[in-house]
Every structure is written in structure tokens, then in C-alpha cells.
């Protein structure tokens, strides 16, 4: 047995049962390895950024990390913008990345480069193998490392000698350590403001966000009068008919303020207390109103629904019932296609048990409403401002959850960062419907650029704002790489083409023109 | 004035006459800073790795540096792969990388990152600009820095408030250190070698693939008889009928140590002693002879063109006239399209002054040898191993050369990373003619993972090096992008398809099937 084998078989052990990759020469014994292990699913995405987005969509879905396999410090550079909003989400994974020989290292050959100073800024958990007879044990700790919570990215690098240098066996699983259990005191005190009289906002991420987490909150809310608040990005958010509604906090910051302006108490569940996305010039970054207090219900290492349950019975919520989302039948939109009207269609044909990935920016502002009481689904959003995860985070949670339909809302311009991931859904057979919003621009900055005081664009700014001459087209870059694509321009059109692809197994496309 | 429009003038009275970008909000007020600046051209890329390869294109072919408008850590980080290829280029590259507000970045919003972290494996200089004040000052540093010689990548980081707060006005240019004098007693050294009677190789890179440098060497070669070779990978090299020929070490370590073994003396020109592209199980990375002694010429950092001129002197050449390729015609191939076919083809039709760009890896095999008597040419290679570099360099060459036809010469995997350049190309009209080879592999990994020993791949193994299941269809992804393409089957096909390629004006592709 060599390295690349006893860590393959290592992380199988460990509970890693996908690795999604693009490999190169210094990665060659792991591949081939990939042959000699069945537990493992190996997925190739044409680009890296494809390949770590879809280990943080996988890990969302499925609570547990795959691995990427990854070609020395470039191949780690491209997937890094992926890796950020998979730190954000706080998910676990881990990456594998391959690296010259430990003998070849100082000879700078071209694409010798320093990977552990790309991995950092990302990474939880850095280790470089030593030699083929450790690299098993390195692989059971990064998986540990991933799965400390709330779930990190640990990066293993694996020079190649270590991968084809004779090995003993695999290692032993280690165990992560647990979440810690809620504070007591903390419990307390939030209690104390919710009886308090006075108006509480609950905000929340993480774990609170889970189905269970919300029938929790919403217990606390309908006896105490809290209102309950989601950060405006989140990792996964069980929504639709039957489920605790919540209100997300505003993109912009002053409609961020205006919302949480009547609460006098602020009480944090697996998150931190809001600031503005951006700063802007004379506006306030800090979005917790004066004269406000703020109380921490539990951190994102914190056990969150053990927190959420002691705080049910603190304040004698545990048999209440929680107010639920009434199942509403919309009806589906004619005549012009908007992304009002979009939105519409949207919450008349979410199938039941999808999966939302929603990277739609400005184009799917009405999305939330119309469709909070569409069937039940899970929604993932782009945490942490890199575009481009939405099409590989498809990817990721339609491998972790074979049978759900995953429906990617995405923008023009976002779409085009990491498009490669469409032929990785074709390659799989991925259940996946993508819907493009095709407004041929970066309309969030046409937005932004007036707001943060720049003035009036000028043409060479427009320019640069603008995703035309030449339009694209997504029906083309759809079919190019096998999956196939319509271009709806009428709300009829757009009705017709989202029911079939909905109803068809394997990936489509559609362009919607607004 | 702010901070934004006195650095953009500061940069323009340093000589920056370029910027490739894709902003974000936090750099709307470059953005709109280039509306009142004239002197900057503003390039548009829809990903950042189109963007940082489109400038070390320019700088290669400019002499000098574009500069990079990213978007915070994520932007940078989506560029460093081309990043990692421009440093290994050492070329002249500005990046300027938006960041929050100075007051906003301790609150950890989700765009947050360690920008300077990003930076560091590819900068030789990186400065967070600290006022509004400063910043004209500091980016005429990071110019300066870039054109310390041999070329190197300056990393600016904007925080927003340096942008928009108030600025007195430009910054003066500050002078970028000179090129060091050769050293007197390593021209004598060489010579000494070059004189001794034993077999002597000359190694060359940098300015030293200049025509002004090869026909310095070419008078050194003929009149003492060494042999000249070019590194496997070069920055630019002049090629073609009338430039003196240089054979190219060979990537396969083998082969190079069966090139370089009856040589007793190897002389570095703007170059290092050479090595393995990988390590390989039992094989030498180090492919200097035993027993041959290493000289070196000049250094990368030194005067190139003067350490060959006072060479040439010593060793007696100074009016030697060196021996250059004779223009060779040669017949356009009929019949099968194959790999050896398209290599023809290119030879018989590379117009008078291209700039190939050579990312063919394994398809390109033929290439070389068959376009060596071609009409006069530059040539750029992939320099860092860092794949989706061809189609950036593309863009910043025809940018930097107007009116000179620009050749893409990419494998199909390749250009699957950064295939985003393809829109950039048809929005600014560029002269680009891109020819994917299209073998529906990752052929390089084939031959790969057989010579690291990994043994015969399985279907898990091979599906990883595969880019079939569905094939890729480069004439819809080109057209989906707004780029006219073909597809040619057979060599009559490319034959007419290229040469209406090259004649016609603004971008085109041909896919290559083979």
C-alpha cells in the first residue's frame, strides 16, 4: 500500500465518501488510487472554483465534509474565492492538495509556490505531510479538524512522495470534538429580555435555521412576542408551507436599520450582531440600534438547538405551537416576463423537498416573498460575497442529495465566473435546473455606484458595468457544454419551460431575458 | 480631487496606459474616476483570471505595466493563478486591489478577508494604502516596483475611504531602479569556457530571446561554436525566417538529459540552472550533467543585451554574422486532421509579425519545429504551469499590439479554465484568431501518470483525465459568447478556415477536432 492509498482509504474510514477534483502530474497516485477504493466518489469540475464550491454546497446538504483534490498552489488559487464563502458558510471540508516532491520543493521549478501561504487566509487547519508513512494519520486529523464545530476547512498538502512512498495502513478515525453545550447564564439572561417588555429581535444562522431550529424559535416567539430575523446570507434555511417563517435583515444598510430600529434587545443565535455589507460614506456600519442591548444566545460553536431547547423551557415555550407558513397556491403569471413575475412562477412550481441555490443578486429581490410559502425546500445562499458559487454549490448538494431537485437562481454576471460547473452536471446526470436572469449587467453595481456617492457613470464606467456588446448567450453556453437550454422571453414561456425541466431527469438551463 | 481620480493620474504620468478589471462595489470610485482620465484604457474581463492574464500579455509584449482594478481578497484571489504564471514571467504588473473602508474592515463583514495574505506568493511588493493622501504617492511606488528589474508584481491594497476622501493631486513618478552592469569577470569566465575547447551550452531566457539578444548569442554560437538553447518554458522569444533558432530543453527529464549530457560547461543568460518540471519516483530533478561546470552570464535582475554585447567582445564575434533560419515554404497538408496536420498548417500560414500564444501543450508537439522557418514572429509560453493562461495572454497582447494578429494557440482543457477571455476579445474587437485543440483529454495526465508509476488508470482514474461524457462544443461555448467559430475536421478544412480567420478582422475560433 502506498500514502495516496492508506489516505484514500483513511478518509473513506473517516466518513468522506466524495472527493471532487481536478487533478494534475503530482496528484497521479491519488487518482489512481480512486480505482482501488469503491467508498469513494470521484467527480472532475473543469475548473477549481467548480470543484470547491461544490464541496461546501455537498457539505451543507449532507453535514459532512468531501474532500477536493486539488494541483499544487495554483490549482488551491483558483478554487480560494469558493473556499472563502465556504468559510463564511462555516462548513466543514477538506482539502487535498498535492505538492512537488519534499525532495524537489527547494529546486523552484515553475510551479513551485508557497501553498501554504494561499491555504491560510481560508483555511482552520494547515498541516503538510512528511512522509508517505504519516500522510494516513494527517488525513483521519484534517477530517477532525473539519468537523471541529461549527465546521472549517482544513487543508492538507501532500507532497508526491508522500503519496507513492510506501505506507502501513490506514489510521484510525479521530473524533472531533463536540459542540460545546449552552451557557447557562446566557440562557438565563435572554430569558430575562424576553420577559422583559420590551421589544426583542432574535437573529439567527446557522443551526437555528434548521427545520428543528425553527420550530424552537418559533415556540419562543409566538409566547414572548419576539420577532425573529435571519442574517441576510445564510447557509441553508429550511422555508415554505409548514415551516417557521423569519424575516431576513435588508442588503442595504439604512432598510437594514429601519427594520431594527424598535428593538431594545438583540439576542445573537449562531451569528454576531449585523454590520452593513459594504461601508459607505457618512452611513453608519454597525447596524445594532443605539441603546440596544445585545445578548448571545450561543455562538456558531455552541450547541444551537441545545441552547434554543433550554430556552423554550426558560420561558415556558414548550408546548406552544409555533406560527407555520399556510401553503398558498399563486398563480401563474402571463404576458411580460419580469423578475416580478418570474418570482411568481417560482413560487407556484418550487417542487417539493428542492434545494435553492440562490445567487440571483438583484434580480431575484422578489424571490423571498413569493416564495415563502412555496412547498417545503431548503434554501443556500452566497455567503460570503464571492461570486460564483452558485452553479458549483448545485453541483455539491445535488450529489449530496440524489432524488432532490436543486434549482440554481442565478445572475448573469455571476453565472459567467464558474459556468464550467455546467458540464460537470451534464458529466453526473446532476438533477439540477439553472435559471439564469439575463439582465446583461451588473445591475448591483449601477445600484452601488450611485449609493457609495461616485456619481453619474460616465460612458467608460457604464462600460464596466455592463455585460453587453456582445450579449451572451446562455443557450449556446448551456448546449456547449451538454446541458440542455431554452430562452424564455414571455412569463407563459418561462411557466412552460421551468414545469418541464423541472419534470425531466439531468440537468437544463433557462435563460430567462428580462 | 479624491483619492481615486489622483491615483488613477498618478498612474496614467507613470506610464500606466491600461486597466484590465472587474470591479465591485468597493472600487466604484476608480470606476468612475476613469471617465474623467483620458489617458487610461479600461478592459473589461467577466473573471479575474482573465483579467491578471490579460496583463502579464500586455506587459510581455509592452515593455511595461497595465495595471488590475480586483474586487477585495476573492477578486484577488480568482487572479492569482495568472498571477503565479506573470511572476514566473517576471514581468512589469500593478495590481490595485479594493478593499473596506479602513473603519469597516475590524467588523469582519463576509467579503473580509486577509487581502495581503492573498497577495504575498505572488507579490514582490504589497502596501495598504493608509489616506486618501497617500494613495497617489503609493501607486506611483508600486509602479517603480513593478519596473524593478527584471519585472515584478506590485500589490496595492485600496481601502474605499483612500478612494473617495480628498487628495491634494497626483504624485511625481518615481524612478524604478536601473538594470545592473554585467560583471567584468563573469564575461571573462564564460569566455574563458567558450574558449577552452570543451563542449559548451548557452541556456537562455528574459532578453535574451530578443531578436537583438539571439543575434548576439547567434555571433557567440557561430564563433565558438556552443550550442544555444532557450529554457522549455519562455517569457517571449523572437522566432521565425531571418532570427537566429535556439533548440528548447525538452520537458520530459529524459529527453533534457539526453540533450544537455555531452555539454562540459553551461552558461546561464537571464536564466537558472534547469530542472524537472515534476519529480519523478527514481529519476534526477536536477539536469545539469555531472561534471559540467554551471557559469552564469547574467542574472535575471542584471543588463542582458550589455553582458552578450561585452561577451561578444571578448570572445572576438563582434562582427560575426550569425547563422538565421532561412524562410522555408512550406505545402499546406491535405487529408486527415491530425495534430502533426494543424502544426503544418500554422507553419505555411503564421502571418508576418504574430505573437503566438502557446498553451497546445500536448497537441502542440508539432508546432515548434514546423513553424521555425515560419514567417517572422513573437512567441509567449504558459510559464508557471498554471493552465488557462493562453486566452488572457492573448487579450493583453492584442491590447499592447494593435494591428498585429495575435494566434491562441490552446489545448481544449486549457481553455476550458478562463474560456471568459473569448467575450472580452469581442467586446474590444481584438485581432485574436484562437485554435483549440480539441483531443477531449487531459492527454498531459495520460502520459503522466504512466511515467510516475501509478500504473494502467482504471475507468474511475481515467474518467478524471477525460474531458468527454458529454464533449465540449467550442463553436457554441465561442458563439455563446459573441466570438465566430468553426470547426474543421479534416486539414483542407483548417487550412481555409484559418487563413479566413487571419484575414478577417476582430476575433475568430476554430476548433481543432482530433
Not at 523552484?108 to 482552520?124: K, Q
Not at 503538510?128 to 476547512?153: L, N, R, Y
Not at 425546500?377 to 455539491?396: K, N
Amino acid at each position: 500500500m502506498n500514502g495516496a492509498e492508506s489516505l484514500l482509504q483513511t478518509l473513506v474510514e473517516c466518513g468522506v465518501e466524495v472527493c471532487f477534483t481536478n487533478p494534475g502530474t503530482s496528484e497521479m497516485h491519488f487518482v489512481a488510487a480512486l480505482d482501488k477504493q469503491d467508498g469513494m466518489r470521484s467527480v472532475l469540475g473543469l475548473f477549481e472554483g467548480v470543484v470547491t464550491g461544490a464541496a461546501d454546497g455537498y457539505a451543507r446538504m449532507a453535514g459532512k465534509p468531501a474532500c477536493t483534490l486539488l494541483h499544487l498552489g495554483p490549482g488551491l488559487a483558483n478554487g480560494l474565492a469558493n473556499l472563502h464563502n465556504a468559510r463564511r458558510a462555516r462548513v466543514p471540508l477538506v482539502n487535498i492538495v498535492g505538492d512537488h516532491a519534499t525532495y524537489h520543493r527547494h529546486l523552484d521549478a515553475p510551479l513551485t509556490s508557497n501553498i501554504a501561504g494561499f491555504a491560510e487566509p481560508v483555511s482552520g487547519w494547515i498541516r503538510a505531510s512528511e512522509s508517505s508513512q504519516s500522510v494516513a494519520a494527517d488525513g483521519a486529523a484534517a477530517v477532525a479538524a473539519a468537523m471541529t464545530p461549527p465546521g472549517q476547512i482544513a487543508t492538507l498538502i501532500l507532497p508526491a512522495d508522500t503519496a507513492w512512498g510506501p505506507a502501513a495502513g490506514p489510521a484510525r478515525p479521530v473524533v472531533a470534538p463536540a459542540r460545546r453545550a449552552p451557557d447557562g447564564a446566557a440562557v438565563d439572561a435572554v430569558a430575562a429580555a424576553l420577559r422583559s417588555g420590551e421589544r426583542c429581535a432574535v437573529l439567527m444562522n446557522g443551526a437555528a435555521l434548521s427545520e428543528r431550529g425553527l420550530e424552537l424559535a418559533g415556540r419562543i416567539a409566538q409566547k414572548t412576542g419576539a420577532q425573529l430575523f435571519a442574517d441576510t446570507f445564510v447557509t441553508r434555511i429550511a422555508r415554505g408551507a409548514g415551516r417557521v417563517d423569519v424575516q431576513r435583515v435588508p442588503y442595504f444598510g439604512e432598510q437594514a436599520a429601519e427594520v431594527l430600529a424598535p428593538y431594545r434587545h438583540l439576542i445573537l443565535v449562531a451569528t454576531k450582531a449585523p454590520v452593513t455589507f459594504f461601508a459607505y460614506p457618512g452611513k453608519p456600519s454597525e447596524l445594532t440600534p443605539d441603546g440596544c442591548a445585545t445578548h448571545v444566545l450561543s455562538t456558531p460553536e455552541q450547541d444551537t438547538l441545545a441552547a434554543l431547547e433550554a430556552l423554550c423551557e426558560a420561558v415556558g415555550a414548550r408546548n406552544t405551537t409555533p406560527a407555520t407558513q399556510t401553503a398558498q397556491k399563486l398563480t401563474l403569471p402571463r404576458g411580460a416576463l419580469t423578475a416580478q413575475s418570474a418570482a411568481q412562477t417560482l413560487g407556484c412550481l418550487f417542487p417539493d423537498g428542492a434545494i435553492i441555490v440562490n445567487e440571483s443578486a438583484t434580480s431575484g429581490f422578489a424571490i423571498p416573498s413569493l416564495t415563502a410559502a412555496a412547498a417545503p425546500h431548503d434554501w443556500l445562499d452566497l455567503t460570503g460575497g464571492a461570486i460564483g458559487q452558485g452553479l458549483p454549490t448545485a453541483v455539491g448538494a445535488a450529489v449530496a442529495c440524489p432524488g432532490r431537485r436543486v434549482l440554481a437562481l442565478e445572475g448573469d454576471g455571476a453565472g459567467m465566473y464558474t459556468l464550467q460547473a455546467l458540464w460537470t452536471m451534464a458529466r453526473e446526470g446532476l438533477d439540477v435546473t439553472t435559471v439564469i436572469f439575463a439582465n446583461r449587467k451588473y445591475a448591483i453595481l449601477q445600484v452601488e455606484l450611485l449609493r457609495v456617492g461616485a456619481g453619474n457613470p460616465g460612458r467608460k464606467a457604464e462600460d464596466m458595468l455592463s455585460l453587453s456588446r456582445p450579449d451572451l448567450d446562455w443557450v449556446k453556453l448551456a448546449n456547449g457544454m451538454g446541458v440542455p437550454a431554452t430562452r424564455a422571453t414571455t412569463a407563459e414561456e418561462f411557466n412552460n419551460q421551468l414545469a418541464r425541466s423541472l419534470a425531466a431527469p439531468g440537468p437544463g438551463l433557462i435563460e430567462v431575458v428580462l
